[in-house]
């Protein structure tokens, strides 16, 4: 027997077999019934049949006939009775049975339809383990990735930092020596200036002790009585010429004393140290003291 369902309603197959089964039970309790409907039409025929041959033979022997035909007619009447209850019973077993086999189906249908959702379930877990264990093992291998990356800019930034303080330093040593061969320079010039002063003194002073020789050897050619004193007024008019020519004399400016230092390293940053200990930073600014900066394990004391 075909089971019709409706194309716009979507039905499972646990659903589909509880329906299967219950319009089977209904079609055995139809097929009862009409075979119980059928066994009752033909004992009513074979009992109009009996009638109509009680009713001819009665006519022959009426008395004999009639006699027979009730006593035909009661038995068909419990013929048929009997027989219809027998139909009934057999309906009602089949119906019986239609209906625990219906009820048997509908169990077997609803513990398969259990069993399929408890596969569903499990395989459901075990999807959601697999994407749960991916989506970790995804998260793993980003923090993973995200620390090599931070290592990466961190050693770059050191790399950068370590060249910028190299670079700090090479300019630092280059500004010192540029400033000691600009303060070389100038010490030079001053006292190429210095002797040049001197010099044009020197000269200065020679012109008037010139003329007092001169002055000196004059009573001597003139050979006069008192020409053996006449060097000692020399030195005289000498020694009171001198004093005019150093005043005469330009005041000489001095340069700074040059002052030897050297090059440390304190935390990634570079100073000049001097020899009484000083610490100066790249600007050449006093910052503090370290006179054990050679030794090991020592540290500045920074000026507050």
Request: aromatic share 2%; glycine share 2%.
């Amino acid at each position: 027997m075909s089971v019709i369902m409706s194309p716009n309603k979507s039905v499972s197959s646990a659903q589909a077999e509880r329906a299967l089964s219950r319009s089977c039970a209904k079609a055995a309790a139809k097929e009862a019934a009409v075979a119980a409907k059928d066994a009752k039409r033909l004992a009513s025929a074979e009992a109009k049949a009996a009638a109509k041959e009680a009713a001819a033979a009665a006519k022959a022997h009426e008395k004999e006939a009639a006699k027979a035909a009730k006593v035909a007619e009661k038995e068909a009447a419990a013929a048929a009775k009997a027989h219809e209850k027998e139909a009934a019973k057999a309906a009602k077993v089949a119906e019986k049975e239609a209906a625990k086999a219906a009820k048997v189906a509908e169990k077997e249908a609803a513990k398969a339809a259990k069993v399929h959702e408890k596969e569903a379930a499990k395989a459901a877990k075990v999807q959601e383990k697999a994407a749960s264990r991916m989506a970790s093992t995804e998260a793993k291998e980003a923090a993973l990735a995200a620390k090599v990356q931070e290592k990466e800019a961190a050693k770059a930034a050191k790399v950068q930092e370590k060249a910028a303080s190299r670079m700090a330093s090479t300019e630092a040593k280059e500004a010192a020596k540029a400033a000691k061969v600009a303060a070389k320079d100038a010490k030079r010039l001053a006292s190429a200036e210095a002797k040049a002063h001197e010099k044009e003194a020197a000269k200065t002073a020679k012109v008037p002790e010139k003329e007092t020789a001169k002055a000196a050897k004059a009573p001597k050619a003139a050979k006069a009585p008192k020409a053996a004193k006449a060097p000692k007024a020399a030195k005289a008019a000498k020694a009171v010429a001198v004093p005019a020519v150093l005043v005469a004399v330009p005041e000489l400016e001095f340069e700074d004393e040059e002052i030897q230092v050297d090059e440390v390293e304190w935390r990634g940053r570079s100073y000049l140290v001097a020899d009484d200990g000083t610490l100066f930073d790249d600007t050449h600014a006093a910052v503090g003291q370290w006179k054990d900066h050679a030794t090991a394990g020592s540290a500045p004391v920074w000026v507050e």
